[in-house]
């Protein structure tokens, strides 16, 4: 454990509290000190739920330690369950807790509670929030899923004939970033295919839904940080082959579609042709094409910067800088990545070393957490949030996804809004003396006949001014065509002016400096 101003994961009980929050009918009683109890924050707060989380804490302090801390625990257990009637219980400890070795899973045994109690073994000083809630996730399966697993080396009985294919989506979690509209956005997409959704879990799923979870033919991991292990073991207990290709991105939603088809045993034609995504024409429109190879730089969980690379790389047509993740356990996947861009990868959870690659590379374009926000505010970089961890800005009451064709859409509008927006306060300030952009202009759809003749006369008056040096009419041509004119006029005005008889580089920036003050 490091002690630091940020941190890109908490420790691995906020794991557990994103797995107990998700589900319907679940309780999680947690053995830990006064000020370890902050889950209402995390999860009324910044993801706004309309109900506080299904945690209850043993809030111990100083004066307890010289008693009975365990009877502590027994206690707040037995209430839980008098009070919430739970269908199944987690119990564990914060990391302070751990070090008072009071084993909440023995505890609750003792209880002879009449529902299951899932003993949670989550080391705080080894391990942090995701892979607490993988471990979570995948205890629980494991206790309440296991009872129905059949014997080794059953054959899984093949689907009736008239019967749709099923999957179950798992890895969608409260505090996840964007997974309610993600899971919207799938469920929809898997519906348009034929393929029913037996359970979704753990985001909204009860108990009794995670023991039928071997009824399904197939299981889609939306998140592999959160999904990948339990997943693993539904194919080695039940034959449930699982997705690998998370549908972030245009073209990785056409690559899932082929891969659900395969699985379920269905054509995949249809769905593609029928396929609508408009962020695959915006890319290759004209508004676009300028920011062609715009320097990018990407960090963030694994799933959501490896998706982050490709669709810059391959769908935007930005260079890719640099690649980086705070996920340790899919460091393989992301230097495999950064392979296919030829950048060095960077596994860090240190901010400091990530602000300092940014501000070494100078990327145009920063897409990260809400802590690479922060950086690029202060480099001064446009910067878009893709992945957790996030403020409760990155949860809008609107719908938008991530993932699916939608999600193209709605990253294509996070991504390049922010540089096209600086390319205008660009623009803003170069002409800010313009009479069209000045604080005092009329607005653009009234006094078109005014703003008409004052442009034939400045450039009836700029015919006086001799021609442009050569390497002044090359400079010109890198500016953006729909306001070259714009420029040359200015300068020429501006030449005009001074009676500068032949406009070099020199008096294009110096004009530039003029209208921009």
Known sequence: MQLTLWTYEGPPHVGAMRIATAMKDVHYVLHAPQGDTYADLLFTMIERLPRRPPVTYTTFQARDLGGDTAELFKRAASEAFERFKPAAMMVGASCTAELIQDDPGGLARALNLPIPVVALELPSYQRKENWGASETLYQMVRALAGPQVPPPGTERAPRPAHQRPSCNLLGATALGFRHRDDVHEISGLLDSLGIDIRVTAPLQASAADLSRLGEADFNIVLYPEIATLTAQWLQRS????????????????????????????????????????????????????????????????????????????????????GLGTYSREFAREVREAAKLYDVVPL??????????????????LVLGTQMERHIAKRLGVPCAVISAPVHVQDYPARYSPQMGFEGANVLFDTWVHPLMMGLEEHLIGMFRGDFEFHEDAAPSHLGHATAAAQVVAESAAAEAVAAWASDAEKELRKIPFFVRGKARRNTERYALDRGVPLITIETLYDAKAHFSR
């Open 347 to 364: 596994i860090s959870d240190d901010y400091l070393e990530i602000e300092a690659a940014i501000a070494a590379l100078q990327p145009e």
């Open 238 to 321: 039940f034959g449930q082959p699982c997705t690998k290709t998370v549908p972030i991105g245009a073209g990785a939603t056409r690559d899932f579609i082929a891969e659900v088809a395969q699985l379920a045993g269905i054509d995949p034609a249809k769905a593609l042709a029928d396929a609508t995504s408009r962020a695959p024409w915006y890319a290759r429109s004209v508004d676009s094409t300028y920011l062609t190879g715009k320097r990018v730089f990407i960090f963030g969980d694994a799933t959501h910067a490896v998706a982050a690379a490709r669709i810059a790389a391959t769908e935007l047509g930005f260079t890719v800088v």
